[in-house]
Structures are given as C-alpha cells and as structure tokens.
C-alpha cells in the first residue's frame, strides 16, 4: 500500500493546499487534532497519518486500547506526546474508546498531553466541550449507547 502525503492528498485533489498547511503546523505545533468524516471510510485515517508525518521529530504517540490495562496506555509521566484513540465508539475493539475510556484519556490532556482522536460518522452531534475539559465536563461521552439518551449541549 503507498503511503499518502498531505502533499499526495493535494495533488489528488483530496485537501486543498491551504488544508494540508493547516494541518501540517497543527502538528509541527503539537496541537491536538480531530478527524471526523462522514460517510464511512471517507479518509479520516488517511488524513491523520499523513498529519502525523509533520510531528516534531522524536514526539511520542501512544496508541491507546483497553488491552494495555485502566490507564490505556497513557503515560504515568506526562512526555508531550500525542494520544492516539483510534475510534470513540462503542464497540467491541480494544482500541475503541467508549465512556469511562473517553473520560480517562480527556483527563490526561489536563498534563499537557495532546490528542489526536477519529470519530465514527455517528457520534457527530455529540461533541466534547473542550479538550481540557475535566473529565465530568465532557458531554457526549456517558456510558449508555449511542443515541439512548440525549447529550446536553
């Protein structure tokens, strides 16, 4: 498989440059990142890894799953780097994120930690407030099923 570029995905005509650039200095900055598409395989992983690319040399990304234990992965030691959920939704896969999970790792931004997160298309609506939100703060994020109970926005 090629890997794709921001630069590939310009060329393309997936992003347009001014997209690819925004991206690129979100991640030279570190910034915390969300990719949200609808429909299904729209490219938002595509688009994060080629985000990625642009991270400053060395910058740790911690893929997180409910198989590496209650603490998912993250760090004990804050490093700066990114966490990485692969999906927030309620499913089966360890590296989806549903509930307490989500909670946990939006309590680990508040140590400067960064986020790089892809939603499923259903979870669109349900939005976080803040990434630096404490964890109680966070809407969306409740443990019942989607749509089984209305988020307050």
Known sequence: MVELTLTGLVGNRTMSAEMAATLAVAAEERRSLLFVAVPRMAGKSTTMLATLQHVPPG????????????????????????????????????????????????????????SV?????????RGFESPRASPTEVRGTQTTRPGTRRPQL
């Open 59 to 114: 910058t740790p990304i911690h893929l997180l799953s409910r198989a590496k234990g209650p603490r998912l992965g993250i760090p004990s030691n804050p490093d700066g780097g990114y966490l990485l959920a692969s999906e927030i939704a309620d499913t089966a896969f360890d590296d989806y994120l549903w509930g307490d999970e989500v909670r946990t790792m939006f309590a680990a931004l508040k140590h400067d930690d960064f």
């Open 117 to 125: 997160v892809r939603e499923r298309a259903y979870c669109l609506g």
